[in-house]
């Protein structure tokens, strides 16, 4: 597949449905808790749920907001908010009352499609809480696809609003959908993912990682680019399939690699972490896979050596939400190196350079920020043009905040977030090389640096580390790094953990980390 003649004969996320469902009208496309649809049938969803939106008014550039775990109403809502040229907003079951309120206050949708209730959790009732800080819109639940569709089409109908074919109101909108940053260094900002971005950054996953006739394992968060590029459109715009898996768990998630056939394998670390240590990981069970890649975080040399038993290709990549995800990929024969202490290459597909405080390239060795521009890049902040402003060079780079270094080899080495180098008595230290190394010890699991308050040095270094042996020492962990670090970069403490909290989306949450680490138990 040529990913320029790919994207160019596309102008919406959905279209991909329109095309396979004339070509491969038979084809597997969406399996769920053992049901199962075809291009066809789904696509017909699609249609029926476009035009149930239309009838209620809902017009090009409108958001329509989701409160859902990954499933295939998702992807109906998703992909019939592009047909019609709305915009779609995920919101996060994990979400409270006060965070539902605030996306609504900030993307202000004209409709909250919900799911009723999961695992005891009642979703709409959390939609109504919100609604005393918030005016609500209109609101639809459900709890099957049947359901979604019905509560759709039992919508009040808007004839002043509504338009004879949803089809005449795509061109209003560049934006398929926003996606609220996950809010590691902050308060989340709405980014505006364009049609041709998501479509532009699936193909060139198609290109890197897909066999013929891709097959994913859903389960990252709706409101989430993992979700909505990595695990659906990258296995669709192939004329792949997607299995959706509501909850997380290893065992599950094996499960269903191995009896739903999944053959492309794309997590974050820390749920690989657990995969590999789950009982029921077996190499010689998952060797039907075509390619493993880990995205949004470094992996450790325990999980990787885990995961190079089952024999297949695997990758690493980077990016983030206002780059439409990925942005680098390391090579189909990467050395276990490259896989631990870079992110790959930057893909040539895409525009990304890493640059100085000045704005200039740097040279190999150097660290600086790493910078995008391009069609992959989102389309600012909704709403709020002065954070878009801040996000971009006079120039029109991208400044995404992460720190970096080109390699001689040509990958490039994460060296951390802007906002997490850690100033030490006048010497910067990046907590990813001291993490880096941390990791090759045996008995460590996961570890985050930080940088905690140091009455005579600003900040001083600190790790905190889950172990998968309880007889490590701080002892032998310290002289690890003084044999192989700068002093000023040895951690002053190390404190253990049973396990990192997360964010939403799997990644760990390393401000909560930072914000425990004080009060943690040094591990002695």
């Known amino acids: 597949m040529n990913v320029e003649i790919k994207v160019a004969n596309l102008a919406r996320i959905d279209e991909d449905f329109e095309v396979y469902a004339k070509h491969s009208p038979e084809a597997p496309c969406i399996s769920f808790e053992g049901r199962h649809w075809n291009w066809s049938g789904f696509n017909s969803l699609v249609e029926q749920v476009a035009h149930a939106l239309s009838a209620c008014g809902v017009v090009a ?156 394992l859903c389960n990252l968060p709706v409101n989430h680019v993992g979700c909505l590029m990595n695990l659906s459109l990258a296995a669709l715009v192939g004329g792949g399939s997607i299995v959706f898996q509501q909850r997380f768990s290893a065992a599950t998630s094996l499960q269903l690699i191995r009896n739903e056939r999944v053959n492309c394998w794309l997590q974050v670390p820390a749920m690989f972490h657990e995969c590999v240590r789950d009982p029921a990981f077996d190499p010689k069970a998952l060797c039907h896979l075509h390619s493993i890649c880990i995205g949004g975080g470094a992996v450790s040399v325990q999980t990787l050596a885990k995961l190079r038993q089952i024999g297949v290709p695997l990758f690493v990549e980077y990016g983030q939400t206002e780059t439409t995800s990925s942005g680098t990929y390391s090579d189909a024969d990467a050395s276990d ?135 490590v020492k701080a002892g032998e962990l310290k002289d690890l790094c003084q044999q192989k670090l700068a002093n000023y970069k040895v951690p002053k403490s190390f404190r253990v953990i049973p396990a990192f909290p997360l964010l939403a989306n799997g990644k760990i949450d390393r401000v909560g980390t930072r914000a425990m680490a004080s009060e943690l138990q040094a591990l002695g």
Not at 175 to 184: K, L, Q, R
């Open 61 to 216: 550039g409108d958001r329509i907001a989701l409160l859902s775990t990954p499933r295939p109403e998702y992807l109906m809502v998703l992909m019939a908010a592009s047909r019609i040229g709305a915009v779609y907003v995920g919101l996060n079951p994990r979400y409270k009352a006060d965070e539902i309120a605030e996306a609504v206050t900030r993307a202000t949708p004209s409709l909250i499609i919900t799911l009723r209730s999961f695992e005891g959790q009642d979703f709409l009732a959390h939609i109504r809480s919100a609604g005393d800080s918030v005016a609500l819109p209109l609101v639809a639940s459900f709890d099957s696809v049947e359901t979604c569709l019905a509560s759709l089409q039992a919508l009040p109908a808007n004839s002043a609003r509504a338009v004879d074919s949803p089809l005449t109101q795509t061109t209003a909108c560049t934006a398929a959908a926003i996606v609220f940053t996950s809010g590691t260094t902050g308060k989340p900002k709405a980014a505006m993912l364009t049609h041709r971005g998501l479509l532009l950054a699936a193909s060139v996953q198609h290109l890197r990682l897909n066999p013929p006739l891709p097959r994913y």
């Open 337 to 471: 190196e490259v896989l631990t202490q870079s992110i790959g290459r930057f893909d040539t597909h895409f525009e990304f350079r890493i640059a100085n405080a000045g704005n200039m390239p740097c040279a190999i060795g150097e660290v600086g920020e790493i910078q995008a521009r391009g069609p992959l890049i989102f389309d600012g902040y909704f709403a709020d043009p002065d954070a878009t402003s801040e996000a971009f060079s006079a120039d029109g780079w991208l400044h995404t905040g992460d720190l970096a270094q080109l390699r001689p080899d040509g990958n490039v080495a994460l060296q951390g977030r802007s906002k997490e180098m850690i100033k030490s008595g006048g010497y910067n230290v990046y907590p990813r090389e001291v993490e880096q190394l941390l990791e090759t010890h045996p008995g460590i699991a996961q570890v985050v640096v930080v940088g905690l308050p140091d009455e005579r040095y600003g900040e001083t270094v600190h790790a905190v580390v889950s172990c998968s042996d309880a007889t």
